[in-house]
Each structure stands twice: as structure tokens, then as C-alpha cells.
């Protein structure tokens, strides 16, 4: 999950002014922040939303092209996330030609707030893969490769729901001092989410650079079974590389989103007030990182019989089950059994 929670214009003014006007909305639906109906504190760009649209859409088709190509059925989460970014900017279209529409606005806030997820998860996903493929005991710091990608998917939804859980406190609109402090709480909260999230991904920064510095021990020691290695159009190395940047985009969304809400949230904030922040730190680099995994497809690394995890039968899955049972039944048992 590269998730972070997008907190709307609607929900930020959380504590509106007792004087609040009524205005109709004007061009566009545009309302000003001082109206009791303001959506945004700003007017949205249409031309930017629709290149918006156009770029994501691209990156979007080539990453379906290239997951049948190199026939990597969990791209799929990637392709999830390109998606769920072009819906956004669908959505934002919309919404600049009808401002005052709170559906188009949570739309958009709800697919842009979710997209970053999947291309964390496809992350995580593919150094279990790269662990399962480079390394002969098919483990990692005592960690199967199967494992890895369940554990962090499952910490960066914990994450998400924890920024979720923060970002629905903020949104309480009454003006009296208990729901300032709710919202306050809300904030803190959401912000450490984010926190959280980033630890989650620096914990698996520092596995990533352990699996990169094995890989080349085993090269120099001239290990047997390394010639995983030359296979593929570029170097095993330039797939790594491309995994730091990606987490370096997604660290850069995580820390505009702690900085958005640093000087809190009332008109006077810039990044409140101006759509061009969102569209730089936010946007821009969850579209580098998409752009930086068609350049080095995992695909295009990953090749041969142990560039995935070998599908398992039912019976398989089932003999599993019940050697796990037994085990478990014989701790119970040796625990349970007089000294």
C-alpha cells in the first residue's frame, strides 16, 4: 500500500466560520471558501485533469501489453493502480466543469487515494518473486518467499485503515470547541498513518538492499545455480534500482501529505489553496514510478522456471492443511503431557 489519504477541500474546512454565506455557484459551479457549500479552495484546472487523464491512460494500456507479454498475472495489481489513477483524473475532469458536485469529489478523492496502493502491494509482490528466483534456499532473513508479499500488503493496509480512520474524524463540521479537538485528533491520527506507512516501507527498503548485497556476494564467490542472472535484456542490477526509485516517489507523495496538513487546515494554508502542489508531489511521482516499471518491467528480468511461484494443487494445498493441523495438534499434545 504506496497509499496516503487525501483529505478534501470539504472535509479540511472543519471548523467553518459561524458566518458562512450563501452564494450561487458561478462559473463551473465555482464556489469561494467562504461559502457554507465550498468544495475546494480553489478552481480546478480542466486541461490539466484531461493530460492527466491522457498520460495515465497510456501507461495504464502499455502495462497491460507488457503483463501478457512477459505473461506476469500479478501485474495485475500494477495495472490496478494505473487504473485507479486514470478513474481519479476522470473523476477531476468532471468535477471542474461541476465544482459544486460532492460525488465527482469524492470519487476523485476516493480513486486517488487508493491507486498508490497498488503499486506498492506490486512491490512488495515482486521481491518475493525476486527472492524465490535469485536465491537458492528461496528464504530471505528466515523469511519464506511466498511470505513476503502477504506480510507488507497486509502492513500497508493497517496503515491505510489507520490514515482512513483519521481522515473520517476531520470531518465533522460543527463549530464548537469539542469538534475542533476531534479534528484536531483526526489529523494527528491520519498524519500518523503516514508515519506508519513510511516505516513499513523502509523496513522493506533495508530487506531489498539485504537481497541486493547477497545477490552480488553470491556473483563474486562465482556461486553454482547463478545463471538466473544473465538471463533477461538488462542487468539483474537496473530491476533494484528501479524498485528504490519507485519507493523514493512513493516517499515523496508520503511526505508532501504530512507537510499538506503541517500548518493546518484553514484558507491561509498555500498547499490548501493551490491545486498545483497535489499535481506536482503527489501526482507526478506515482506517474514516474509507473512510467520507471514500463522502462525495467520485472518481466523483462524475471524469466524462466523459477521467475514465479509454482501453482499449487488442491491436494496439495490440502496435505499442507493438514501436515500444519498435526503439527499444531503435537505441540497441544507435548504441552499438555505430564513431565
Request: glycine fraction near 6%; hydrophobic fraction near 50%; include cysteine.
Amino acid at each position: 500500500m504506496a497509499s496516503t489519504t487525501t483529505i478534501s477541500a470539504s472535509a479540511a474546512s472543519s471548523t467553518p466560520s459561524a458566518t458562512c454565506i450563501t452564494i450561487a455557484p458561478g462559473k463551473n459551479g465555482y464556489l469561494p471558501p467562504e461559502s457554507c457549500d465550498a468544495i475546494l479552495y480553489y478552481i480546478p484546472s480542466f486541461e490539466a485533469a484531461i493530460f492527466l487523464c491522457v498520460l495515465y491512460g497510456l501507461v495504464a494500456l502499455v502495462h497491460i501489453i507488457q503483463a501478457i507479454i512477459y505473461k506476469k498475472r500479478y501485474a495485475w495489481v500494477l495495472i490496478m493502480g494505473a487504473v485507479w489513477e486514470l478513474l481519479a483524473f476522470i473523476f477531476r475532469a468532471l468535477q471542474t466543469r461541476h465544482q459544486n458536485s460532492e460525488i465527482y469529489d469524492t470519487f476523485y478523492v476516493i480513486f486517488f487515494l487508493l491507486a498508490p496502493i497498488w503499486i506498492n502491494a506490486f512491490l512488495y509482490m515482486t521481491l518475493g518473486r525476486m527472492i524465490y528466483f535469485f536465491l537458492p534456499e528461496r528464504r530471505l532473513a528466515g523469511i519464506s518467499a511466498r511470505r513476503y508479499g502477504i506480510i507488507f500488503v497486509t502492513l500497508d493496509i493497517i496503515a491505510f485503515l489507520v490514515q482512513l480512520a483519521g481522515a473520517a474524524l476531520t470531518t465533522n463540521n460543527d463549530a464548537n470547541d469539542a469538534e475542533t479537538k476531534t479534528v484536531l485528533l483526526g489529523l494527528h491520527i491520519y498524519m500518523g498513518g503516514i508515519g506508519m506507512q513510511e516505516f513499513f516501507i523502509l523496513c522493506f527498503l533495508g530487506l531489498a538492499i539485504h537481497l541486493h548485497r547477497t545477490i552480488i556476494q553470491m556473483e563474486e564467490m562465482g556461486q553454482t545455480g547463478m545463471e538466473q542472472l544473465q538471463r533477461g535484456r538488462f542487468p539483474w542490477r537496473w530491476l533494484f534500482y528501479t524498485i528504490y526509485f519507485t519507493l523514493g516517489m512513493i516517499t515523496i507523495r508520503i511526505i508532501f501529505r504530512m507537510a499538506q496538513y503541517a500548518q493546518g487546515t484553514s484558507t491561509t494554508n498555500p498547499v490548501l489553496t493551490h491545486e498545483v502542489y497535489e499535481y506536482v508531489f503527489d501526482a507526478a511521482p506515482m506517474f514516474l514510478a509507473l512510467i520507471a516499471l514500463n522502462i525495467i518491467h520485472p518481466g523483462m528480468i524475471l524469466k524462466g522456471p523459477y521467475s514465479s511461484f509454482p501453482k499449487q494443487s488442491r491436494a496439495e494445498k490440502k496435505e499442507q492443511k493438514a501436515q500444519k493441523k498435526a503439527f499444531k495438534m503435537e505441540k497441544k499434545r507435548q504441552r499438555q503431557s505430564p513431565v
